[in-house]
């Protein structure tokens, strides 16, 4: 029996993940984004910024970037931020266990 971290929640199988291509997952309350681009997942939260909607993982990747589909934004993949300045999406923590992909998100007051 494979030992999951705590915190973490499984999200998907490794092989559900398409290159360059994103799927949604909530874990909990929390909507989240999740991306394989060369063999490295990320997982970012899937609420725009601007427009408050959950369509971050259906944004086009370039660059080690996420490009929000509503204004074309980039979002980091690594850290979630929104180009050189300090915010923009949180990014959760992934883990590969044998063939499953796991998240740890964190839920977070929204202050818009």
């Known amino acids: 029996m494979k030992e999951v971290p705590e915190g973490f929640t499984k999200v998907c199988k490794l092989n559900e993940l398409k290159e360059g291509l994103g799927k949604r997952a909530m ?12 063999e490295k997942v990320y997982a970012l939260q899937n609420v725009c910024t601007h427009q408050h909607a959950p369509i971050i993982y259906d944004g086009f990747i370039e660059d080690g970037k996420v490009y929000c589909p509503a204004h074309d934004w980039g979002f980091n993949l690594c850290d979630g931020k929104l180009g050189g300045k300090s915010k923009g999406l949180d990014s959760y923590e992934v883990k ?3 063939d499953d992909v796991y998240v740890k998100a964190f839920s977070k007051k929204m202050n818009w």
């Not at 909990?28 to 991306?35: C, L, Q, T, Y």
């Open 27 to 38: 874990i909990d309350e929390v909507d989240v984004a999740i991306f394989k681009v060369e």
């Open 96 to 98: 590969i266990i044998g």
